[in-house]
């Protein structure tokens, strides 16, 4: 045990994802040898991103106003809605820089393993705004797995009575990747995806 | 401290750590193995989709200290049209669910393994037999040693008369042998009952629309009492 006020901070880094004992005393320690100014900072950060930060109320993506920048922006095309799990599928979709759409956050997959049913995620907020916001089409971006693969076939059945265009990302060989390691699963895929050329 | 193949089908995952997952499998003679399969999140992983539920697979495993480590892994059946079904893919969660809480750690479970198997094969052979889960549950429940009595009494074995219906009990009670608790089922519903938990999975006897659902909500409450434990995915299987 160390004196109060180190042990509390051990404590409490030590409930982080990823961080052990070890690990949170190694953090604390260090903290207390930086400047007062950055620890003030650092704590200042953690502050502000929780009183600021809230979900957008169009897209569910975070953002620090009523909306976020991206359905902010004017130059998006607001007939595509591109659909993901999480806020952080947002920066990785925008990192391949082919999608000039808007984005949809699910809040998380169906799982038909633990029971997670359509009704905990953002469903009826999805075909809310297709119904009142001229998409033309959805662009489903959940992961490859079965939880994925369960909660695209959802929004499939319940998207395509709206009259709208369903897509999915396509599933199929990693770029730079050796043919020799392809699964069957994915090369069944590609092989069904493939295109003309 | 030592690699071992053994064989086994992927009923569910979670993640671990930076990009790793514990996968969770059945394996007919070791058992539930929980190991980890390091990197299978990255999009470069050689593991690829070999390790996704419901996938029955060849590995070799690292085993020392605490969880093993999966090291290699061969598909041997990967089951890829019940992906592209939901009615299908809900029916495969739930049996990987069912299986996931009847069997056990280092417990060999040559019949719970088989049966999911052939469970999966009857979902893969194409659109799902509305009386399949049940067929499948009474199959579980046979399984566990909790199989319901249906054509004769639970109490006396007699086939006189067997109106009655008891959860505790363990099925099908005569008149003398009833309890308070003891519901009465329409007539025919056991017998219905009884054909399914006898029948081949692949080939299940026609469906009568009057009697499945009830035959499922019968089997399922029987198996959630003696489980002591709701099934989740079968509340979102409802669609």
């Given at each position: 045990m160390f004196e109060p006020p180190i042990q509390r901070l051990i404590d409490e880094l030590a409930r982080l994802p990823g961080i052990g004992r070890k690990s949170a005393q190694r953090l604390a320690f260090h903290l207390l040898t930086v400047e007062e100014e950055d620890a003030r900072r650092l704590s200042r950060a953690i502050l502000e991103m929780r009183e600021q930060v809230r979900l957008c109320?169009?897209?569910?993506?975070?953002?620090?106003?009523?909306?976020c920048s991206i359905c902010r922006d004017l130059r998006r095309d607001a007939t595509l809605v591109c659909v993901v799990e999480r806020p952080q599928d947002i920066v990785v979709v925008e990192r391949s820089r082919e999608f000039r759409g808007r984005y949809h956050v699910l809040g998380g997959a169906v799982s038909p393993i633990e029971g997670i049913g359509p009704e905990r995620l953002r469903f009826r907020e999805l075909v809310e705004r297709v119904r009142t916001e001229g998409i033309t089409e959805v662009i489903i971006a959940t992961n490859p797995s079965v939880e994925g693969d369960a909660t695209a076939l959802y929004l499939a059945k319940v998207l395509k009575p709206e009259g709208v265009k369903v897509t999915r990302l396509a599933s199929g060989l990693p770029v730079g990747g050796d043919l020799d390691y392809a699964d069957e699963l994915t090369l069944g895929r590609a092989l069904v995806g493939r295109q003309e050329m | 401290m030592a690699l071992r193949n053994d064989q086994g089908i992927v009923l569910r995952s979670y993640p671990f750590g930076e990009a790793d997952r514990v996968v969770v499998l059945l394996s007919p003679s070791h058992g539930k193995i929980r190991a980890v399969a390091k990197g299978v999140r990255k999009t470069t992983s050689r593991f690829g989709g070999r390790l996704e539920p419901f996938t029955q697979v060849d590995l070799v495993l690292y085993e020392g200290r605490g969880l093993g480590i999966i090291t290699q892994v061969s598909v041997i059946?990967?089951?890829?049209?019940?992906?592209?079904d939901l009615e299908r893919l809900l029916a495969a969660g739930t049996m990987a669910e069912v299986i996931d809480a009847v069997t056990e750690e280092g417990e060999g479970s040559a019949r719970a393994f088989l049966l999911l198997h052939r469970g999966l094969h009857a979902l893969e052979a194409g659109p799902r037999h509305p009386d399949l889960m049940t067929a499948f549950l009474l199959k579980v429940a046979d399984v566990v040693g909790v199989a319901p009595a249906l054509d004769?009494?639970?109490?006396?074995?007699?086939?006189?008369?067997?109106t009655r219906f008891s959860f505790a009990a363990g099925g099908a009670l005569c008149p003398r042998c009833r309890t308070p608790a003891a519901v009465a089922l329409r007539a025919g519903l056991t017998a219905y009952l009884a054909r399914l938990a006898a029948a081949d999975l692949s080939d299940l006897p026609p469906p009568d629309p009057s009697f499945s659902g009830e035959a499922m909500g019968v089997t399922r409450r029987f198996l959630e009492y003696h489980l002591d434990r709701r099934l989740e995915s079968l509340a979102s299987a409802d669609v």
């Open positions: 109320r169009r897209c569910f993506n975070v953002t620090d106003s009523d909306e | 059946e990967a089951f890829p049209h019940l992906r592209g004769e009494c639970a109490g006396c074995g007699t086939r006189e008369g067997v």
